[in-house]
């Protein structure tokens, strides 16, 4: 719970910087880096990011926010503005968190003897099962009330106003504090169940799942451990030397550990009492909430309010912080026109993190933020070799909030410039290769609000069609060329026969003895094999009368070779044409 100190700003100096600068007890944390590769091209991959969605001014003048864990309703406790003096907006509103329309108002409670009258809501205490919440109301009064209901119930704790209040052991009561006493009270009657006066303070938080409440004395500097079983004192830690002023006191519900704000600092303490750190800010922090799914802890900070003193700009700032570590997860948001004078803000986060709400008393309003993540790559491009003609499929993925659009860009010179593809804004971008296509890089650009992110490139190479190998000879038509011959497992098959002037074609290859490239017909060349089994240029053939010689398109040392070629080819045939001896 958030006590409601008053802060009556002094003489000291405030930080001379507005902006608020977080100096963390353990080293700064790494951005985050995504395993498929890629690169952020604002902010790293996976930034966090909070901004302003919307501002609810329906709720008066609000003192405390709950966001209800069943109904999702937005709870509102709310004191009257001072402007507005034709309407009281005192009570307790049940707004809809997506757009603020007030759903239902409970503005009666009970008062000292029972008469129903206008009541102020200062501070939200539990939630009700299902629905509901019960609260505090001045000056000693203890209310529960659901959307829709005409007034609320409550009644009057005895003794002296009420400083601050927490759930209870049990269902039926709350914890109260009335100054350094700390009492169990019914919820229904307000009747005093047992109590403990302590050495000093007035405000205090429960940690249920361990029995224990921590008791913060603030004037004194220092915390007490109470366990609730007994009801009695069990330890007393220091806090920090400083200027008294106390912000909040909360516990993070799934460590146990406990966040105090003194001064213009955080200082956190474990489950057990030992400091774990201190947050250090320009402003004051005025309330801080935790949250299980992410581990997360979300504290708002208030300026002074005068504007006279250094430093002072009535800006206030949400900052999000790691539990384990403390390090910041999130920029500051700063909160235009937040300061202490006209109350404490509070602050209600939505499981998972991903809205928060902020109230600001002096503006009479509720800011709403949502969270952002900029794109972080889980799939990129891949290199692709291919031959001109052939389909290209290229695909990247990137997880962000909101949900992050994709662009396609192409390098054509080495990745030096790039340029976007017309049309190509789905996570997988397909095209038929072009060998004007070779050498081009491709990658995927990802934004959304919180920043943009890029794939790592693909570079895409592409081969001629026809400089392929493989499968059986052909034949060449009149003129023509005839194509290689497939490569073999012990000896290359046969080139293909020229045709009419034309070329044999290359033997195979990548057997243990290849076989003869085939004639070419009317002055076309032989296809020979090698010995080895490594195809080689055929030599020429002969050239008919008035024809020109028979070309292959490799140079022909002289007419000589292109004859023993042909001698050897012909003695290869006259092998093959004779009977095999039985």
Avoid at 100 to 116: I, M, Y
Avoid at 149 to 170: N, R
Avoid at 525 to 550: D, F, M
């Amino acid at each position: 719970m958030t006590p409601r100190h008053p802060l009556t700003p002094g003489g000291r100096a405030v930080a001379a910087s507005a902006a608020l600068a977080l100096v963390l007890a353990s080293a700064a944390a790494g951005s985050p880096v995504s395993a498929a590769g890629g690169e952020g091209a604002d902010v790293p991959q996976g930034t966090v990011a909070y901004r302003s969605v919307a501002q609810f001014t329906t709720a008066g003048k609000p003192r405390d926010l709950l966001l209800h864990p069943d109904s999702k309703k937005l709870y509102v406790g709310s004191d009257d503005l001072p402007g507005t003096a034709d309407v009281n907006e005192s009570g307790l509103h049940v707004l809809d968190p997506a757009d603020g329309k007030v759903r239902s108002t409970v503005g009666q409670a009970p008062g000292p003897t029972g008469t129903l009258g206008r009541r102020a809501v200062r501070q939200l205490v539990t939630p009700l099962p299902g629905d509901g919440t019960v609260f505090v109301y001045p000056l000693r009064g203890i209310g529960a009330a659901k959307d829709g209901d005409a007034a609320a119930a409550g009644a009057w704790v005895p003794g002296a106003a009420v400083t601050d209040a927490g759930p209870g052991p049990t269902a039926s009561t709350v914890l109260v504090a009335q100054g350094p006493v700390l009492s169990e009270v019914d919820i229904a009657t307000a009747t005093v169940k047992r109590s403990v006066t302590l050495a000093g303070g007035d405000g205090f938080a429960v940690d249920a799942a361990r029995g224990t409440v921590w008791f913060t004395d603030v004037a004194n500097r220092r915390m007490y451990r109470v366990d609730t079983a007994a009801f009695q004192v069990t330890a007393t830690v220091a806090l920090p030397a400083g200027e008294g002023f106390g912000g909040f006191t909360e516990v993070d519900p799934e460590t146990g550990a406990v966040w105090v704000g003194l001064d213009t600092s955080v200082v956190v303490h474990d489950a057990a009492g030992k400091r774990l750190g201190v947050i250090q800010g320009a402003d004051m922090p005025r309330a801080a909430r935790f949250d299980a799914a992410t581990h997360e802890a979300f504290v708002v900070w208030q300026d002074a309010g005068d504007t006279s003193q250094p430093g002072s700009d009535d800006n206030g700032a949400l900052t999000v912080h790691r539990t384990r570590d403390l390090q910041e997860v999130a920029k500051p948001v700063v909160l235009p026109g937040n300061h202490v004078q006209l109350g404490a803000a509070a602050v209600a986060v939505e499981p998972g993190g991903g809205t928060v709400f902020v109230s600001d008393p002096a503006g009479g309003k509720i800011t709403r933020l949502e969270r952002s993540t900029s794109p972080k790559i889980t799939r990129g491009p891949a290199d692709q070799s291919v031959t001109a003609g052939t389909r290209v499929s290229l695909t990247a993925e990137a997880e962000g909030a909101p949900r992050p659009t994709v662009a396609w860009q192409v390098s054509t010179d080495a990745g030096r410039t790039w340029r976007a593809v017309e049309g190509a804004t789905s996570s997988t971008y397909a095209f038929t290769a072009a060998l004007s296509d070779h050498g081009r890089r491709y990658r995927a650009e990802f934004t959304n609000g919180a920043g943009v992110s890029r794939t790592a490139p693909a570079t895409l190479t592409v081969t001629s069609a026809d400089a392929t190998t493989g499968g059986g000879p052909t034949d060449g038509g009149a003129g023509g060329t005839g194509t290689a011959g497939g490569t073999g497992t012990t000896g290359g098959t046969d080139g293909g026969a020229g045709g009419p002037g034309g070329s044999g074609a290359a033997g195979g290859s990548d057997g243990s003895s290849g076989s003869s490239g085939g004639f070419g017909s009317s002055g076309g060349a032989v296809g020979g094999g090698s010995a080895a089994g490594t195809g080689t240029v055929g030599g020429t053939g002969t050239t008919p009368t008035g024809g020109a010689l028979a070309s292959t398109g490799v140079a022909v040392a002289s007419l000589a070779g292109c004859a023993l070629v042909l001698t050897a080819a012909g003695w290869v045939l006259v092998r093959r044409t004779r009977p095999t001896a039985l």
